[in-house]
């Protein structure tokens, strides 16, 4: 699926996945509606030449699934001079826990007690200063994978255990957090380019109300606080497209779990259906970058 600039002045954009799933073909539809060429690059074929600046696109929507795959891309066509979408910043602070968690707390952004143990006996240590009950994720992971509620110490003793045993620097850090007494809902918000598309509730049989674990979405209505919060939020971590999770806890207060920086809109979009099209947005968005 491909297409060559045809009109002169049309702009050159590239849509970089390895995976064309539901999303991307909303997205190449949503080119094809406007008549709008892009090219779609399949990363599993990419390569780049280091110093070489003569890429044939001016902006790319970067839709890599792989966290690593899409952080290199990312830097390869910035420093090639391709305005990439999120940015290479972004990819990187978004695609690690951490990251997010040091920038939203670098910000006054309210967000669950979060540790990092350097090993995972440092972990433990960590959780009895976070407290139980706890989770601990992976630092680099989505759709709730490896997600684990910690509700005491012999539990944490057994996880990292397991943790220690794996082979991987980055399985022996530790990212523990406070568990959120919340409501048996998370909220997932999507902004594009500074402004609030939407919200949804997303509700599942567990903890996790990951879409992709099974979890239903319906829609949310937006007070000022979700607006608020959601904006800045992905300001913060410098997403200009984002899906902001967020929660809120026991009085009602909101806290950012996280900022996801290539946002899967499926359930999203079936919640809200006519109210909005994500991927309208989206290419629309772009076109507008594009001719900055
Ligand atoms: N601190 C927490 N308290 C309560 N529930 C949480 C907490 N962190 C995560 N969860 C639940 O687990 C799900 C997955 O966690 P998240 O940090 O968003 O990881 P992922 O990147 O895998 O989606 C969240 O959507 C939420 O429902
Ligand atoms: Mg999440």
């Given at each position: 699926m491909s297409a060559t600039p045809e009109r002169p002045g049309d702009c050159n954009i590239a849509v970089l996945a390895s995976r064309v799933g539901a999303d991307e073909k909303r997205l190449f539809d949503a080119f094809d509606r406007r008549g709008v060429p892009f090219e779609h690059v399949d990363t599993r074929r990419q390569w780049f030449l280091a110093g070489?600046?003569?890429?044939?696109?001016?902006?790319a929507l970067n839709r890599e699934i792989g966290q690593v795959r899409a952080a290199y891309a990312a830097r390869c066509l910035a420093a090639a001079g391709v305005e990439v979408v999120n940015s290479a910043d972004a990819t990187e602070v978004c695609g690690d826990k951490w990251r997010t968690t040091m920038a939203l707390e670098a910000a006054g952004?309210?967000?669950?007690r979060t540790a990092l143990g350097l090993t995972p006996e440092a972990a433990l240590a960590a959780l009895d200063s976070v407290g139980y009950p706890a989770l601990i994720k992976p630092l680099v992971g989505s759709?709730?994978?490896?997600v684990v509620p910690l509700p005491d110490r012999a539990s944490a003793e057994a996880v990292l255990e397991y943790a220690a045993a794996l082979?991987?620097?980055?399985?022996?850090l530790g990212y523990v957090q406070e568990l959120i007494e919340k409501p048996d809902r998370d909220i997932r918000v999507i902004v594009v380019g500074g402004q609030v598309l939407g919200a949804v509730y997303r509700t599942g049989e567990s903890l996790r109300t990951n879409v992709a674990l099974g979890g239903q979405t319906r829609p949310c209505e937006v007070t000022p606080e979700i607006d608020k919060l959601s904006l800045t939020a992905a300001a913060t971590v410098g997403a200009d497209i984002a899906g902001v999770d967020l929660i809120e806890d026991r009085d009602g207060r909101l806290l950012v779990l996280e900022v996801n920086h290539r946002v899967e809109f499926s359930g999203f979009q079936s919640a809200l259906g006519d109210r909005v099209d994500v991927a309208d947005h989206i290419v629309d968005h772009l076109l507008e970058r594009a001719q900055r």
């Open positions: 070489r600046r003569d890429l044939p696109w001016q902006l952004v309210p967000t669950p759709w709730g994978r490896l082979p991987g620097p980055q399985s022996h």
